[in-house]
T-cell receptor, first 115, second 111 residues
């Protein structure tokens, strides 16, 4: 079955530094990948949609210069949180779709803590 | 074997029907079980959040967890066209930790 690997699962960083989160589709080509953010016991908030080889589409209110998304290949998308602040501390989750109608496959999430 | 299995559907029902959505899982250590609803081009919204076994009801929605069978269900009573969406199950070992999602079931409620 389709598997999405998200790395790292946990990261602690200092304020002002940047953090990169990777999302890889292991056994399928992901034409579209999605990045979400979640606060405890709340819904997943869609941050952006990325399509391989083109610029990501950001949802309203999401700073594209702060949350850099690169979908450089059909199996890899990265989210870089630049100049991280404590308020960026959250749970980030990616999902991917092959576009063949077999649903979404989610990564297991990254817990980011900015100190 | 995937951690969480969910039939992607699509599932099509007439308005007013009772809908049953299900997921099975392999890790008996899962403690938290969630159901999300996702409309097209939106992020999934949390519908139900349950801890351990048992039932939880919220309006027309009922979530059931059977840990002995590693099986969870979401029932929608008196289904409405506005319920047409993709429904995702998710589970985790501890709150706020790694999530394991099903692939989602696409539901269409026909007026």
């Amino acid at each position: 079955g389709a598997v999405v690997s998200q790395h790292p699962s946990r990261v602690i960083c200092k304020s002002g530094t940047s953090v990169k989160i990777e999302c890889r589709s292991l056994d399928f080509q992901a034409t579209t990948m999605f990045w979400y953010r979640q606060f405890p016991k709340q819904s997943l908030m869609l941050m952006a949609t990325s399509n391989e080889g083109s610029k990501a589409t950001y949802e309203q209110g999401v700073e594209k210069d702060k949350f850099l998304i690169n979908h450089a290949s059909l199996t890899l998308s990265t989210l870089t949180v630049t100049s991280a602040h404590p308020e960026d501390s959250s749970f980030y989750i990616c999902s991917a779709s092959s576009g063949l109608g077999d649903g979404y496959t989610f990564g297991s999430g990254t817990r980011l803590t900015v100190v | 074997q995937k951690e969480v299995e969910q039939d992607p559907g699509p599932l099509s029902v007439p308005e007013g029907a009772i809908v049953s959505l299900n997921c099975t899982y392999s890790n008996s250590a899962f403690q938290y079980f969630m159901w999300y609803r996702q409309y097209s081009r939106k992020g999934p919204e949390l519908l139900m959040y349950t801890y351990s076994s048992g039932n939880k009801e919220d309006g027309r929605f009922t979530a059931q967890v059977d840990k002995s069978s590693k099986y969870i269900s979401l029932f929608i009573r008196d289904s409405q066209p506005s319920d047409s969406a993709t429904y995702l199950c998710a589970m985790s070992l501890n709150t706020g930790n790694q999530f394991y999602f099903g692939t989602g079931t696409s539901l269409t409620v026909i007026p």
